[in-house]
């Protein structure tokens, strides 16, 4: 799966004033990202605000990344919750030509024990027409996979990977010692991939890759590349900053970027509120600083 290597964007989702997706807003962005550095596209996950999108409104979305998609790169669509059966039924329902691979959340709220995890993952991984790759985020789910069910999962043939936002580079470790070597491991946590990439993650599923896809791009490359020097140079370029895009909830700072950048409206959907004006002042100032404006 090295079409999954690199930098994968996990696309925002813009709105228009009356709360509609704004598709002439998504194709500026699209081209954006694509002109300036992308390896893959990630859509209706989390930043894509995944949760307050209808199932026709995610399906669209997808048909629309698909037309749009002019550099033929792959795409990870975003299918995952906490009701197995519902999961199961968007599965059955989805169009996945074009679609390269599905992303998976663990379970949330319901708080299910290991071997429900494994025996949830199981049933999406034997459904799925394309390949699984799960997605660990305890930030956000309360709950985290174990690495021993992550080891265990690895051995079904249609997971073929994990996303790792457990923000914990023991857990890193562990996972890189711990996994085959054909498993891939892509890094959740922008701010820790420079670290990860010494420890053999092919990628990022990135937030920041939304907004600074061309020096999120040569950080990926330099540090899979094994240019950690650079790699380490652009890491703290957005080490303050990083931290500035989830104090509102992700994809509130994003959004605050791609307004400040002039790429759209930063507009969000309920419960999730729009940037503040101190969020807006401290993210130009800290743009500005690093020489992102």
Avoid at 47 to 62: D, R, V
Avoid at 89 to 115: H, W
Avoid at 145 to 154: C, D
């Amino acid at each position: 799966m090295k079409e999954l290597y690199g930098l994968g964007t996990a696309l925002t989702t813009p709105f228009t004033e009356d709360n509609q997706v704004d598709y002439p807003a998504l194709k500026k962005h699209l081209d954006y990202i694509n002109e300036e550095g992308v390896d893959y596209y990630v859509v209706n996950g989390t930043t894509g605000e995944s949760a307050t999108l209808s199932k026709a409104e995610s399906a669209e979305i997808l048909s629309f990344v698909k037309k749009y998609n002019a550099g033929k790169r792959a795409i990870v669509f975003g299918i995952g919750g906490n009701n197995t059966q519902a999961v199961l039924d968007t599965i059955a329902q989805t169009d996945f030509e074009g679609v390269t691979a599905i992303l998976s959340v663990c379970p949330y709220y319901n708080k299910p024990s290991q071997r429900g995890i494994y025996l949830h993952f199981k049933a999406i991984a034997d459904a799925s027409p394309v390949p699984v790759i799960l997605y660990n985020v305890p930030g956000r789910t309360v709950i985290s996979m174990s690495v021993e069910t992550i080891a265990e999962l690895a051995k079904h043939p249609n997971i073929i990977g994990l996303k790792d936002a457990s923000s914990s580079i023991e857990v890193a470790i562990d996972l890189s010692r711990t996994l085959p070597d054909d498993f891939l491991l892509l890094s959740g946590d922008d701010n820790l991939f420079t670290a990860q990439a010494s420890l053999g993650y092919k990628g990022v599923i990135s937030v920041i890759g939304n907004g600074f896809p061309k020096e999120f791009y040569e950080l990926v490359h330099s540090a899979m590349e094994g240019d950690f020097d650079n790699a380490k140079r652009l890491q703290g370029k957005f080490l303050d900053f990083d931290t500035l895009l989830y104090i509102e909830s992700n994809p509130v700072g994003i959004k605050c970027v791609l307004d400040i950048k002039g790429i759209y409206d930063g507009r969000v959907r309920l419960p999730l509120a729009k940037a503040s004006d101190e969020l807006y002042q401290k993210m130009e100032t800290s743009m500005r600083k690093e020489g992102f404006l």
